[in-house]
């Protein structure tokens, strides 16, 4: 219903604000409860490194090759811990380019084990193993290798080793490749590892096996190539895995949207001379109908299930037919097995973007390149990047974003140039000019609707904004912008844009919590996104926000604000403009000694990486007023966390 006075708003009227605080608003300390509850994800909070086993059929398609090079940069992030690799396709050279692979990444000597006894003669449809023969300008081998491969233990021998060697439930293995050294395994017995049978050592020691295989969608039961190519050791492999072990299977239809063409791979990689994945994109011809199909299972067993879409639980059944094996799905809460569905093409490039910026993180660049896209681009690179490319960018975001402008998630454009959100200060540059265009862009298009109304939530970063709009209908709403909106004038000049548009019916809700609070929310909420603000920025949020609503009711006397008070999270309360404009804002002595102080124990207790820290910290000795009290104890935080750096 259209409202006709401003005290009939008809997206928060006081009635329906009161009922929608009162029946569900679990408060602004539901931002603490949402942190407990949410599942953590391996990427964005500190854990155990995955103790990873790889099974992969080296030697013919190239996502094998990017799932490897991943795994390396995962290694360098502390979230894998590579136990072995199982290179499932015979031939000797197939563990040379594993090696090869590993000694570029910085990981030799990588026990490797090699399949002598599978699959003969199978389909390559990519021979790169000849990369094992390059020769540099000078007659040397152009990449380094760490061990001989003609010396390497045969496959299930080394999976018996490592299973022997680890702690009960323990392992991960993803699986990529043929089922032959794992069959091999499951029907070995007693040897000099283990007195155990190879498929008890299995049930014992590994927890889940990611495996690519199947596909499930529309009827279609065909098991993959991977199964039909070696049907005998699949069928052994899926009759005999113990029913305590995890599967969760990725369908070739998954990574089906995944292109990552030879053009791109090599952009990607134009900034170096010498990469083995380089070499081989140079050397062979790699247009073939390849896609990411592997990758997917590597980044699930490491990134969590929060980042596929999974089907419920069941049980899965192989029927040997060779070529025409099938893979059957039986539903049942108490099954073992789970299977990746496939989402839209936007989250197939999500996936695809994510392998895109592993492969241009290069530790052996060349001087010069004239080549683009650059392996991460921030600040005035970012700027420069995004200006040609505005309006493609904002039609990504209005892909999904409905009548929302929320920052949190508009900055997620930026992932194919680096952001990984605990970067945030490195594109806040970039993010402005998108703002800007993007926001009259949401305007003219509230305007088109016939609903020129506008409401703005703003308030200091992690103040409770995001959990008080949640509890609210903003469904017919033209506009709804969220943001800290800092900066001289800011909130002004987004009322007087609006206005210019013909808008009449705008709105201003000021979300009020202690300093402190929102401090501890942000770490809270940082550990489950990887978004991060520093002491610093938090502070000089906080005071933009001093004298913030006196500004806006001088200067657009007709907007309708509503003050919320969130302070130490209690349940989110609606106060008059008097008890607003008494809102503490100053920051004091006090205040920035009990925010060093949360953060030594934050440090102490090492739940954030490194790098996380490093954001948090950043410029926090420069911080504004920070007194001579605190002084020292920010510079030896500063230090402190440096030293964990190097």
């Not at 991943?70 to 031939?91: A, S």
Request: charged fraction near 25%.
């Amino acid at each position: 219903m259209k409202s006709t006075t401003k005290k009939q708003h008809f997206w928060l009227p006081m009635g329906l604000l009161v009922a929608v605080m009162a029946m569900a608003m679990a408060s602004c300390s539901s931002t603490k409860q949402i942190a407990e509850k949410a599942p953590a994800t391996l990427s964005t909070q500190k854990t155990e490194p995955i103790n990873l086993i790889l099974d992969a059929d080296f030697g013919s398609s190239t996502d094998d090759l990017f799932a490897l090079m991943m795994i390396n940069h995962y290694m360098d992030e502390g979230r894998v811990d590579l136990k072995g690799i199982i290179v499932d396709r015979e031939g000797e050279k197939n563990a040379g380019v594993v090696d090869i692979m590993n000694t570029y990444y910085g990981h030799p000597n990588v026990p490797v084990g090699l399949e002598r006894n599978g699959v003969k003669n199978p389909r390559c449809f990519i021979p790169y193993n000849g990369i094992c023969d390059l020769k540099d300008v000078n007659g040397n081998p152009m990449f380094k290798r760490s061990f001989d491969e003609s010396k390497c233990i045969d496959g299930y021998k080394l999976y018996r080793k490592l299973l022997s060697e680890a702690k009960d439930k323990s392992i991960t293995v993803v699986a990529i490749g043929f089922m032959t050294t794992i069959a091999q395994l499951f029907e070995s017995g007693a040897d000099e590892y283990s007195s155990e049978s190879g498929l008890d050592l299995f049930g014992k020691k590994v927890k889940a096996v990611y495996i690519q295989s199947g596909r499930f969608e529309a009827g279609d039961s065909l098991s993959g190539y991977n199964m039909r190519a070696a049907s005998k050791q699949a069928a052994i492999f899926y009759n005999k895995l113990p029913k305590d072990v995890d599967i969760i299977m990725s369908p070739s239809n998954i990574g089906d949207l995944m292109d990552y063409s030879p053009k791109d791979v090599l952009a990607d990689l134009s900034t170096t001379e010498r990469n083995p994945i380089k070499a081989v994109y140079t050397h062979y011809t790699c247009d073939t109908g390849q896609r990411m199909w592997d990758t997917n299972c590597l980044v699930n067993a490491v990134d969590g299930d929060q980042g596929y879409y999974l089907s419920p639980r069941g049980w899965v059944t192989f029927v040997d037919l060779g070529e025409k094996s099938q893979m059957l799905f039986r539903p049942d809460p108490n099954g073992n097995a789970r299977y990746q569905m496939p989402g839209d093409s936007y989250f197939a490039q999500e996936k695809l973007m994510e392998i895109r910026c592993y492969n241009r993180i290069n530790k052996y660049p060349s001087q010069y390149t004239i080549e683009s896209p650059q392996p991460i681009l921030t600040r005035d690179a970012a700027v420069e990047w995004t200006r040609p490319r505005l309006a493609q960018l904002m039609d990504k975001y209005l892909g999904t974003a409905g009548n929302s402008l929320d920052l949190d998630e508009l900055r997620n454009v930026f992932r194919p140039i680096g952001y990984y959100g605990a970067n945030v200060g490195d594109y806040r540059k970039a993010e402005q000019i998108l703002v800007d265009t993007l926001y009259t862009e949401m305007l003219h298009k509230a305007a088109n609707l016939g609903k020129k109304s506008l409401f703005v939530v703003t308030g200091a970063p992690s103040s409770g904004k995001s959990t008080v709009l949640k509890q609210l209908d903003m469904s017919n709403v033209g506009l709804v912008f969220e943001s800290s909106l800092n900066g001289q004038n800011r909130i002004e000049n987004v009322i007087a844009k609006a206005k210019e548009e013909g808008f009449k019916d705008i709105s201003v809700m000021m979300v009020y919590n202690d300093i402190l609070t929102c401090f501890k929310n942000s770490i809270s909420k940082g550990k489950q996104t990887n978004r991060f603000i520093s002491v610093g920025y938090l502070i000089k949020s906080y005071r933009d926000n001093i004298s913030k609503l006196n500004r806006v009711k001088k200067q657009h006397p007709d907007v309708e604000i509503i003050p919320m008070d969130c302070s130490g999270n209690k349940t989110a309360q609606r106060v008059s403009f008097e008890e607003a404009a008494n809102w503490k804002y100053q920051v004091t002595d006090e205040d920035i000694h009990s925010l060093l102080t949360y953060l030594q124990e934050q440090i102490n207790e090492g739940e954030l990486y490194d790098s996380q820290l490093k954001q948090i910290v950043s410029g926090i000795t420069r911080v504004e007023d920070i007194g001579e009290a605190n002084i020292e104890l920010a510079r030896d935080i500063d230090r402190q966390v440096s030293e964990m750096m190097q």
